[in-house]
């Protein structure tokens, strides 16, 4: 047990040296990174304004006020920002340029842990301009809407967003296992990632049938964000499911990321290099 | 040596030798450019899926919006149905996502012989990107309008004259654009950064240009804002002259504004390379 830790020790601080080794590159050029983190600010800002900037003309959708829609919005951008900072090492087109380049082939002949080698390998630091306008958009959605909070509540919210952090890191994991055969990213995988992030943007009771069931029985989306969300601001399940919805979003995440994991050390052993 | 100097000794060296127009050349580096652009057919159907994808949740998104409404600022269901396909239609054709292409130059050192080249180097890029545009016109805009007039009930243009109206209009469309990126693009003369840079003049474009939203459903004062600058020009006037919500003379007062709004654009890339050139060092090596 003692040496079990101890490698878990040695793996973090390695983990960790990795991540400053990437903060560090990434702050010598100082104006770079912070035109960087504003242009990756200004899309969330720009996006979301759109649709705020529409709301007049409409009042509402299906229900659902602007304030509504930016706890739901808010939560996305934070989550799946996060997430992006987190796992920017599987990001499948970064990793497909690995494998494509061989540079994959120098991680795995270390004599470290090939999962923190890859999370290491890559900390995009400009998303934190997106988590921190997705957290004003949030912010917003918490002034507009009317949430009774509750401690179940508080504690509730941060798993939720991890759930989305796990989730589609699962999903960048499979992602990035596809690219050891197609070498490129394929963009099927981004239908999941950013489409399934776009469309829990949104009320999910907006959709059709057919798009909702996607993400609700191929890709169980809808419970990282849509049913939390009716638990947080006490409204109604229109679609009828089980009281015990609203609080699948960590399962749903942890059971992706497993999956995740699963593809990727499988991938691993099958993996067979490009030989470039 | 001074790159200036190199190229007009070089120039008057090739001119000496042969006569081409510069016609010919525009023409064959865009004939070259479609074709190698024509060859990714597997990588243009993977990006026109998801375009198809996100278009269909745009449009259900827009729909849950219109609600039980059937028409909101001039536009009915079909019409703004038809306004997301042709949004999403129009993303490759236009790079609307982005174009790095001269920056990578400029930073890998390309650009010294492409300075040399015996054409502008502004229309050097132009006959690319319009290999380019054409090939993602073919493969990603038209079929992915089809697939949506398959499936979804969608507005046409109404008889020849419409048609013209809407080819040229998105003629220009891609000039203003491309001659914008190109614009962006030279900021990598200047500095190491340029992608930052370029980003922001993206990200503008979206919004100003009624890609993310119709600008007739934006607020007043944002719609007047929006037309002080050429965005507009790239979304919006096509897809409201393809819906028919521009007619005669309010048409063709769009046609001429995008007009002049290429010509402001290609003087000022040409006006700003002059300034570039100046500053550019190449290395050896």
Known sequence: MRKRNRVFGHTLTIYLRLLGVQLRSQLQYRFSFLLDLLATALIVLVEFASIALVFGRFGSIQGWSLGEVAFLYGMVEMGFGLMDLLFSGFDPPHFGQAV?????????????????????????????????????????????TAIVWTAAKVLY??????????????????????????????????????????????PMHIYQNWLRGFFTYLVPAIFLNYY???????????????????????????GMLLLGRAAWRWGIRHYQSTGS | MDV???????????????????????????????????????????????????GLVRIAVLLALYGQRQEVAGMDVAEVVTYSGLTQAIIAYISLFGWYGLTDTVYSGE????????L???????????????AALLLRGVTLMVAYGLILEMRYPAGAGQWLAVAVAALLSWLIAFSWYYLINLSAFWTPYARGICRF?????????????????????????AYLTPFPHLVNTVVEIYLGLLQGPALIRALLFQGVWAAILIVAGQLLLKVAVKRLVILGG
């Open chain 1, 228 to 254: 939390p969300a009716l638990y947080f601001l006490g409204r109604p399940d229109p679609l009828g499911y089980p009281g015990f919805a609203p609080f699948l979003a960590p399962v749903v995440g942890a």
């Open chain 2, 201 to 225: 003049g993206f990200v503008l474009a979206w919004l100003l240009s009624g890609f993310l939203m119709p600008l007739r459903f934006l607020p007043e004062w944002l719609v007047r804002l």
């Open chain 1, 100 to 144: 494509r380049r061989g540079t994959f082939d120098q991680l795995l002949l270390r004599p470290v842990n090939i999962t923190t080698q890859v999370l290491g390998s890559a900390l995009e630091l400009r998303r934190l301009g997106r988590i921190a306008f997705g957290a004003a958009i949030f912010a917003y959605g918490l002034q507009h």
């Open chain 2, 111 to 118: 650009v010294a012989t492409d300075l040399l080249k015996p």
């Open chain 1, 157 to 202: 919210l941060p798993l939720v967003l991890a759930g989305m952090v796990f989730f589609f890191g699962g999903l960048f994991m499979i992602g990035a296992t596809i690219t050891f055969w197609t070498v490129d990213s394929i963009e099927v995988m981004n239908i999941l990632t950013y489409g399934g992030s776009y469309v829990i943007s949104y």
């Open chain 2, 120 to 134: 502008n180097y502004y229309t050097f890029w132009l006959a690319r990107d319009a290999g380019r545009a054409g």
């Open chain 2, 4 to 54: 200036t100097m190199l190229r007009n000794r070089l120039s008057q060296t090739a001119a000496e030798r042969v006569q081409v127009p510069a016609v010919r050349l525009f023409l064959a580096l865009a004939g070259r450019s479609l074709q190698r652009h024509l060859t990714y057919r597997a990588a243009a159907v993977a990006g026109l899926v998801t375009n198809f994808f996100f």
